[in-house]
């Protein structure tokens, strides 16, 4: 299985900051990463996939990179609705087997 | 656009089986590698995937629970169930349907969501 490990577990910013999210495979995934957002209530919502791909009608704000094993996902100017739990999801395997992060909330500083 | 919607119950007692339906609509599958996917997520936790049935039926399955799950659909892809059987409190979560997105001839994230539905297990 492929373990998913975020850092940090929380990420306390003020609005207006950028924030870096960080995501490691404990094995090599290629581009086979997805960043989703997750508010109270809610069902996640998916922000990127192809470890860089916006998903539709996600602000340009959200940015995601990396390869291999060693994902960031940046907020460039964080806004007030985006204080809210961020996942990493892998897709690398054949035949399916699809692990996630444990998580980094991001909270207001 | 696609619509998922979960049903199923909202108290299970340990070592019952759990039936969920998830209702599927707009979904158009430009590739036979798209379908549906159960994931779950236990109150303050993390993700878990659970199941996975493609367009062409083919079925896949956390290894981890494998033995436990069944996922089916009917022919018109407009439901999709899962069973879990000999449930534990630790089984207590809410469980949510989801499609897989596909790209460019790549797939693998979620890019639909139900609403989700609670299950707790207790006596």
């Known amino acids: 299985e492929i373990v998913m490990t975020q850092s940090p577990a929380t990420l306390s910013v003020s609005p207006g900051e950028r924030a870096t999210l960080s995501c490691r495979a404990s094995q090599s995934i290629s581009v086979n990463l997805a960043w989703y957002q997750q508010k109270p209530g809610q069902p996640p919502r998916l922000l990127i996939y192809g470890a860089s791909t916006r998903a539709t009608g996600i602000p340009p704000r959200f940015s995601g990179s990396g390869s291999g094993t060693v994902f960031t996902l940046t907020i460039s100017s964080v806004q007030s609705e985006d204080f809210a739990l961020y996942y990493c999801q892998q897709y690398n395997n054949w035949p399916p087997s699809y692990t996630f992060g444990q998580g980094t909330k991001l909270e207001v500083k | 656009q696609v619509t998922l919607k979960e049903f199923g119950p909202l108290l299970v007692k340990p070592t019952e089986t759990l039936p969920l339906t998830c209702t599927v609509s707009?979904?158009?599958?430009?590739?036979?590698?798209?379908?549906v996917s159960w994931i779950r997520q236990p109150p303050g936790k993390a993700l878990e995937w659970l199941a996975h049935?493609?367009?062409?039926?083919?079925?896949f399955y956390n290894p981890s629970l494998k033995s436990r799950l069944t996922i089916s659909k009917d022919t018109s892809d407009s439901q999709v169930a899962l069973f879990m059987t000999n449930l534990d409190p630790e089984d207590t979560a809410t469980y949510y349907c989801?499609?897989?997105?596909?790209?460019?001839?790549?797939?693998?994230?979620?890019?639909?969501w139900g609403q989700g539905t609670l299950v707790t297990v207790s006596s």
């Open positions: 989801v499609r897989i997105g596909c790209d460019l001839g790549s797939c693998g994230w979620f890019d639909s």
């Open positions: 049935i493609f367009s062409d039926d083919e079925k």
């Open positions: 707009g979904l158009s599958h430009t590739t036979a590698r798209m379908g």
